[in-house]
């Protein structure tokens, strides 16, 4: 059984850094893309992140680009997201999320990770 | 871009009812790269349809998904108490990925 499970959320200042970690079982895991996706509360989906199964390859959703770095340790079947300058409004819940396929371009979520809440708040 | 806007924002159907969303793009899905997800309270969302009209693993046949270009639907012929939810399409034929605003299926 595939299984994603993310941590590090938290409570962060405006133009803190924080690094959130998904942990991975049940499939190869270099062999797929993995991606964030957050929702702030109450609201809709956002695709935030992607990266390819070697880690060659980074996606990065406008509002987080420059901001946002994705990673990660197929050693450690883990994937990362180390956020930057973060601002109130990046306040949500992280999802990860595995692709269907190795290529980071262009992948549908099956499954998700039941994620980790980042509140950005002075 | 491509912008997805999903048609009702709410619907509100009693068990047993079929259920029909809409899901139109902004612009031509490429490869018919449409998705289609379901999200319970407090739950993370799940894939239902992929493909445009193909079903994820395990997901039961009352559900089928159909469209192609700009206009996507997903129909739910026979409404389960455990359907009732918030449903969300998503693109993946073009970057950035996209999703609607999400069509929420309540109880009348």
């Known amino acids: 059984e595939v299984q994603l499970v993310e941590s590090g959320g938290d409570l962060v200042q405006p133009g803190g850094s924080l690094r959130l970690s998904c942990a991975a079982s049940?499939?190869?895991?270099?062999?797929?893309?993995m991606s964030w996706v957050r929702q702030a509360p109450g609201k809709g989906l956002e695709w935030v992140s992607s990266?390819?199964?070697?880690?060659?390859?980074?996606y990065y959703a406008d509002s987080v680009k420059g901001r946002f770095t994705i990673s990660r340790d197929n050693s450690e079947n883990t994937v990362y997201v180390q956020m930057n300058s973060l601002r109130v409004e990046d306040t949500a819940l992280y999802y990860c999320a595995k692709g269907q396929v190795a290529s980071a371009g262009f992948i549908r979520f099956d499954p998700w990770g039941q994620g980790t809440l980042v509140t950005v708040s002075s | 871009e491509i912008v997805l806007t999903q048609s009702p924002g709410t619907l509100s159907l009693s068990p047993g009812e079929r259920a029909t969303l809409s899901c139109r793009a902004s612009q031509s899905v490429s490869n018919s790269f449409l998705a289609w997800y379901q999200q319970k309270v407090g739950q993370a969302p799940r894939l239902l349809i992929y493909?445009?009209?193909s079903r994820a693993t395990g997901i039961p046949d009352r559900f089928s998904g159909s469209g192609s270009g700009t206009d996507f639907t997903l129909a739910i012929s026979r409404l389960e108490p455990e359907d009732f939810a918030v449903y969300y399409c998503?693109?993946?034929?073009?970057?950035?990925?996209?999703f609607g605003g999400g069509t929420k299926v309540e109880i009348k």
């Open positions: 493909a445009a009209s």
């Open positions: 998503q693109q993946y034929g073009s970057s950035p990925l996209t």
């Open positions: 049940g499939f190869t895991f270099k062999s797929y893309a």
């Open positions: 990266i390819s199964g070697s880690g060659g390859s980074t």
